[in-house]
T-cell receptor, first 115, second 111 residues
Framework: EPEVTQTPSHQVTQMGQEVILRCVPISNHLYFYWYRQILGQKVEFLVSFYNNEISEKSEIFDDQFSVERPDGSNFTLKIRSTKLEDSAMYFC?????????????FGSGTRLTVV | QKEVEQNSGPLSVPEGAIASLNCTYSDRGSQSFFWYRQYSGKSPELIMSIYSNGDKEDGRFTAQLNKASQYVSLLIRDSQPSDSATYLCAVMDGGYQKVTFGIGTKLQVIP
């Protein structure tokens, strides 16, 4: 079964440092997403990406965040200057369509801990 | 602010019983509805999607949608201890590529 791959599984970083979270979406999927889940809270939408550009972003996705698809397979989330409140599980997801058909496939997540 | 509301639980059911999970949503323009299962410390896993009013069955799972009442439910028949997890209701707007999740209902199936 095709899967979305995320690396690293766990990252610890000091406040103010930059982190890059990496994702390899399913190969025939065209829509890519980042979500996050703070411990005990809802899964929250950050950004959607299609055709090499951001198609929608949430209020959380401010100037400290950026996404990139540097090649045909990787999809990255960069957090420029991490804050304590950025500590969360970050999930990458991909889908074949943008209309919700088939839903998303989520990666296993990166647990980011900012100290 | 578009909301998806769920009772966080826990909902406890005995093994073999039917578990009934409910969800309401605020945006009448919503078009696609999903149920995800999330084990502790793991990522959400899609178990059902539904787009039209009525029932949709897949094995032991039945999703029900009532757009007039803005209500989605999930029934799990013959509940097993392995069904113990948090069940997330998720709603997608028409025309948007964004899914809004509820807090999830924690289900405990007691052997």
């Amino acid at each position: 079964e095709p899967e979305v791959t995320q690396t690293p599984s766990h990252q610890v970083t000091q406040m103010g440092q930059e982190v890059i979270l990496r994702c390899v979406p399913i190969s025939n999927h065209l829509y890519f997403y980042w979500y996050r889940q703070i411990l005990g809270q809802k899964v929250e939408f950050l950004v959607s990406f299609y055709n090499n550009e951001i198609s929608e972003k949430s209020e959380i996705f401010d100037d400290q965040f950026s996404v990139e698809r540097p090649d045909g397979s990787n999809f990255t989330l960069k957090i420029r200057s991490t804050k304590l409140e950025d500590s969360a599980m970050y999930f990458c997801a991909s889908s074949q369509t943008g209309t919700g058909t088939y839903g998303y496939t989520f990666g296993s997540g990166t647990r980011l801990t900012v100290v | 602010q578009k909301e998806v509301e769920q009772n966080s639980g826990p909902l406890s059911v005995p093994e073999g019983a039917i578990a009934s999970l409910n969800c309401t949503y605020s945006d009448r323009g919503s078009q696609s509805f999903f149920w995800y299962r999330q084990y502790s410390g793991k990522s959400p896993e899609l178990i059902m999607s539904i787009y039209s009013n009525g029932d949709k069955e897949d094995g032991r799972f039945t999703a029900q949608l009532n757009k007039a009442s803005q209500y989605v439910s999930l029934l799990i028949r013959d509940s097993q201890p392995s069904d113990s997890a948090t069940y997330l209701c998720a709603v997608m707007d028409g025309g948007y590529q964004k899914v809004t999740f509820g807090i999830g209902t924690k289900l405990q199936v007691i052997p």
